[in-house]
Each structure stands twice: as structure tokens, then as C-alpha cells.
């Protein structure tokens, strides 16, 4: 009985899985197809019949097709959303990956002083980042020995929820027992070429990093992360708005694509739904042409610091680049690195990593699709792994 049970709730859950993604995949197909036209059949059997014969599942076909109709053909080597989270992710992060949500524990995890945490808050106990309390009357000059303001992020947060922008006038000692666990930072001023680019919004690097099978860490993707139109949301100051959507919640930024070799901005932007843009749509700043700051020293950085923690196969590292161009490490997160934008925008990305085979040797059941699926997989191949 209890092995049924659980038999039917792993199918229930991959089931549910199944259906996020390809909501996900079908609601951002719709407008690319709108403004670049509808995939041809033949790039869309090709997309079904390298998920089936190469990865194991039709299914997976769903984020081939959104790749191929932002790249406007088919590529070898990409890897589908749902494949990258249902399969690679479990056998390459595993359980590790999630100590990246505690935010709290990353300076002192990596050693590095490129994390810019001046302090965390413990059960209503404010500590410094080596996990010493911080006494009454030295948290003010702790928190804001190099500027007036910091910003505080929860543990567990996902994306930017809880997130918040403090300042040494409307912060006091009471008011910080009442914060959740987490971190506080010290606000980074932006490199001049991102106040540029989006003027209100913090624009971040975000660069993934991937264990060869020499052992050796590398990146392997980069874009830059920015907001649209300060207009739209609720900056918490004039310099620093979160692109959340007031109406959802959910964030709406651009996204720009960064040579992982040269750190040159590609020619396009991509906005939330993914069509493509030559400039950004406020600012009016032209892409092409402009190079990221401080990139390979950032690239330099986060390879290293992915070398100390080799329990984690993929990482991705928010980075800031300050106005003195140093590199400061916002987050990392090993828990569920997104690499949809990165492969459809500049993929393949991860080649020559075997992640395309890890399906086969621990293969047991096939994630479950909904009935009259027109699609249908190989019966002759094997089934990828349940998801963690």
C-alpha cells in the first residue's frame, strides 16, 4: 500500500512538473511566433525526434521548439528546461544545491570578501558574517561603516521576494529583531555604463559556471539582468527598483546577452516575452558595441570560487560591478540555475559535458503526459530518471 502510494504521488509530481513547463514553453512561443513567424514542420518533427531518439521523451520537444524559433533553426546540443531540472540538475547538484537558498551562509561558505555582507540576522540576532553576535552598540557602525544604506535579502527567498532597501535613518535595533533570517549587504553603487543603460535599476551579470569532467570550473553562459521602466513598479529609492510586476509579482526583466569570450553585449535585448530588441525601451541605449565592465575579472572570480565547492556541477552568480569597477557578488544559486534564456539567446551552451546521456543508465519511468497527447514517445527507447 505505501509503495503504491508513493508510486502515484511521484507520477502525480512529475505529471505537475510536466505541465509547468509546457505552460511556461507554450506561453512564450506564442509571441516570438508572432513576430518571427510560425516554426516550420520540418524544424518541429526535427525538435521531437531529437528529444525522443537523443534525450528519451518527446516531451521534451516543447522548450526545443522555443530555442528554435528564437534562433530561427535547430541546433544540436541544446538542453530542454524540463530535462535540465527533471534529469541533469538531480544528478549534478543533487541535495547540495540547496544550501545556496540560505543566504546567510555564503561569505562564510566560499571565504571570499567579493560577497558584500556586512551582517545576518539569526533568530532576532544580528551577526557578523563570521557568525559572531554584534553587540548593541556596534550594529550602525557595522551596517553602514561604508554607506547609509543596505539591503537586506531573506533566506529562502526566491527571485527577489522580501527583499528590501534599509537606511541608517528609518533603521533601529528593534526593527531589525523583527527580520527573518537572512542577510544584510551593503549597497553596491552601480558601474556608470548600467546607470546608462536602465536608470533606477540594479543590472546584474549573471554568469553560469559548470564542472568539466577534468574537474575544473568554467563559465559557460553570461547576460546581464535588467529592469524596463521604473514607472511600472515600486521603486524602494530613487537608484534602486525591483522589476516586480505590482499587479502579479512576478519579475519583468531584459535580458542581454554577454559573450562568455569576449564580454561584448550582443546585438539584441529580449524583453519578458522574449522578442527581441536593439535598444533598451527607455533609456534608448543601442546594445551592440558595449562591454561589459569588469568581465573577466568577474568570469576569474566565479570560477574560482566554484572550484571550492565542487559538490555542485552548475552554478549561477549574480554579479555587480561597482563604480570603481570591483566585482561584488550578490547571490549564487545552485538550487535551480536557470539555462532557458542562455540556450535559446547564445546555445548550445553546455556541450561536451555528457549531460545529454545522463537519462540512460539510471532510466526508469517516463514523466506521465496528458492523455491524447498527440506526440508520442519511441517505445523502443529508454526513460529518463524521476525527478528529484
Not at 514607472?231 to 559573450?259: K, M, W
Not at 561589459?292 to 559538490?311: D, G, M, Q, T, Y
Not at 563604480?323 to 561584488?328: F, K, L, T, W
Not at 543508465?361 to 524521476?386: D, F
Amino acid at each position: 500500500m505505501l509503495r503504491t502510494y508513493r508510486s502515484l504521488k511521484n507520477r502525480y509530481g512529475r505529471y505537475r512538473l510536466y505541465r509547468v513547463h509546457r505552460k511556461e514553453a507554450t506561453k512564450l512561443l506564442r509571441p516570438i511566433e508572432q513576430k518571427k513567424g510560425r516554426l516550420p514542420r520540418s524544424i518541429r518533427r526535427q525538435t521531437r525526434e531529437y528529444a525522443t531518439e537523443v534525450l528519451g521523451w518527446s516531451g521534451y520537444a516543447d522548450w526545443l521548439q522555443v530555442y528554435a524559433t528564437v534562433a530561427g533553426e535547430f541546433r544540436e546540443g541544446w538542453i530542454p528546461g524540463n530535462y535540465y531540472s527533471q534529469v541533469v540538475l538531480p544528478s549534478i547538484n543533487r541535495k547540495a544545491g540547496e544550501i545556496s537558498s540560505i543566504r546567510s551562509l555564503s561569505r562564510h561558505l566560499f571565504r571570499s570578501p567579493h560577497f558584500p555582507d556586512r551582517a545576518h540576522v539569526m533568530n532576532g540576532r544580528l551577526m557578523s558574517p563570521s557568525f559572531r553576535p554584534i553587540p548593541d552598540d556596534a550594529w550602525e557602525r557595522t551596517l553602514f561603516r561604508h554607506s547609509n544604506r543596505v539591503v537586506f535579502k531573506p533566506d529562502g527567498g526566491r527571485e527577489s521576494s522580501g527583499v528590501m532597501l534599509l537606511d541608517a535613518r528609518s533603521l533601529d535595533r528593534e526593527r531589525l529583531r523583527t527580520l527573518p533570517d537572512g542577510t544584510l549587504q551593503e549597497f553596491v553603487v552601480q558601474h556608470e555604463l548600467f546607470d546608462q543603460i536602465a536608470p533606477g535599476f540594479v543590472t546584474t551579470l549573471r554568469i553560469t559556471t559548470v564542472l568539466h569532467p577534468d574537474g575544473q570550473a568554467h563559465a559557460r553562459a553570461a547576460f546581464l539582468r535588467t529592469g524596463i521602466d521604473p514607472n511600472q513598479h515600486a521603486p524602494q529609492a530613487a537608484d534602486f527598483c525591483i522589476p516586480l510586476n505590482r499587479a502579479t509579482g512576478e519579475l519583468e526583466e531584459l535580458y542581454i546577452p554577454v559573450s562568455v569570450e569576449t564580454g561584448r553585449l550582443g546585438p539584441f535585448g529580449y524583453l519578458p516575452d522574449w522578442t527581441e530588441t536593439e535598444r533598451h525601451p527607455v533609456s534608448g541605449i543601442k546594445f551592440s558595441g558595449l562591454e561589459a565592465p569588469a568581465f573577466r575579472e568577474a568570469v576569474s572570480v566565479v570560477e574560482k570560487l566554484h572550484n571550492r565547492i565542487p559538490h555542485v556541477g552548475c552554478i549561477g552568480w549574480d554579479v555587480a560591478i561597482s563604480r570603481q569597477g570591483e566585482v561584488r557578488l550578490l547571490e549564487w544559486n545552485a538550487r535551480l540555475p536557470a539555462i532557458t534564456f542562455a540556450e535559446a539567446a547564445m546555445g548550445p551552451c553546455f556541450t561536451g559535458l555528457g549531460w545529454e546521456d545522463l537519462w540512460r543508465p539510471a532510466a526508469r519511468s517516463r514523466p506521465q503526459k496528458p492523455r491524447g497527447s498527440r506526440v508520442k514517445a519511441n517505445p523502443t527507447a529508454k526513460s529518463p530518471p524521476r525527478p528529484a
